[in-house]
């Protein structure tokens, strides 16, 4: 199962930091003090630092951004997003009980920040405390009614906890707003499956993502007990597969186990 991934659109300027036209004071306005125009600055400042944290996270430079991120927390004019950053790349890092200190810091000062709630909910939902990530999401909504990322990770959410109905309807909402959506897809497969209903558990699937669909469904029918179902979506993906596929034959080995029937061959050797 995937969960949508938080992307910051970001726009990386090289070399030195440039004041913006907004920081800079005004042309001709020969009055502005010395503490005005420091503050300026320092705000533009701030601003390209954190940029610069935002590309090192969107680069996969976790501990870096956290570096950044946590300076620049108690600046007020980047704080909020500061402790995004700092909730998002904690939560990179496996750290929950972190991620939630910050990211509810960033709601207290921003509370319009969609990705804090939506992130929020995420954290909680590594802890398994679904109250906590029915808010979060329900919040990050109620802001954003089209966000993709909190219908999809609300539907992954709700399928963690078994209300497939639900699942279904934020997922295929996800996949209305941003189609082609891959972990609203493929969650939406599974959900989908999980009720049963594989035929339409295999709309939208395409040749190059049919193996990984057949695992997908397969998984969900095995999960269901419908052992014969499930065993025949796992050899169909292995007899697909243009190479040994390591994730159908593990499922048809752990399939035996569950029914108690002989043993599969072992994969091939190399």
């Known amino acids: 199962m995937r969960r949508a991934r938080f992307a910051w659109s970001v726009g990386l300027t090289l070399g030195c930091v440039a004041v913006s036209a907004a920081a800079a004071p005004p042309a001709g306005n020969i009055s502005a003090s010395p503490d005005i125009v420091r503050t300026r600055i320092d705000a533009a400042v701030a601003a390209g630092a954190l940029t610069a944290a935002?590309?090192?996270?969107?680069?996969?430079?976790?501990?870096?951004?956290?570096?950044?991120?946590?300076?620049?927390?108690?600046?007020?004019?980047?704080?909020?997003?500061?402790?995004?950053?700092?909730?998002?790349?904690?939560?990179?890092?496996g750290r929950e009980t972190a991620a939630i200190v910050a990211l509810d810091a960033a709601s207290r000062l921003d509370p319009s920040l969609v990705r804090a709630w939506i992130a929020r909910g995420v954290a909680a939902d590594h802890q398994r405390d679904w109250t906590s990530a029915e808010l979060a999401y329900g919040r990050a909504l109620t802001l954003d009614g089209r966000s993709a990322a909190a219908l999809t990770n609300r539907g992954y959410s709700r399928l963690l906890r078994g209300r497939l109905d639900e699942a279904v309807s934020d997922l295929s909402q996800a996949l209305v707003i941003e189609p082609g959506l891959a972990p609203a897809a493929n969650n939406l497969r599974l959900a989908r499956a999980m009720l049963g209903d594989y035929k339409n558990a295999f709309a939208g699937?395409?040749?190059?993502?049919?193996?990984?669909?057949?695992?997908?469904?397969?998984?969900?029918?095995?999960?269901?007990?419908?052992?014969?179902?499930?065993?025949?979506?796992?050899?169909?993906?292995?007899?697909?597969?243009?190479?040994?596929?390591?994730?159908?034959?593990?499922?048809?080995?752990?399939?035996?186990q569950l029914a108690h029937q002989p043993a599969v061959p072992g994969p091939p050797q190399r």
């Open 54 to 93: 935002d590309s090192a996270f969107a680069t996969g430079a976790t501990e870096a951004a956290l570096t950044a991120y946590t300076a620049l927390v108690g600046d007020p004019t980047v704080a909020a997003r500061a402790q995004l950053g700092v909730g998002l790349a904690q939560l990179r890092l």
């Open 205 to 256: 699937s395409t040749k190059a993502s049919l193996v990984n669909d057949l695992n997908t469904v397969g998984f969900a029918a095995m999960s269901r007990g419908e052992y014969g179902i499930a065993e025949t979506y796992f050899t169909r993906a292995m007899r697909l597969s243009p190479q040994f596929d390591r994730t159908a034959w593990d499922n048809l080995v752990y399939l035996k």
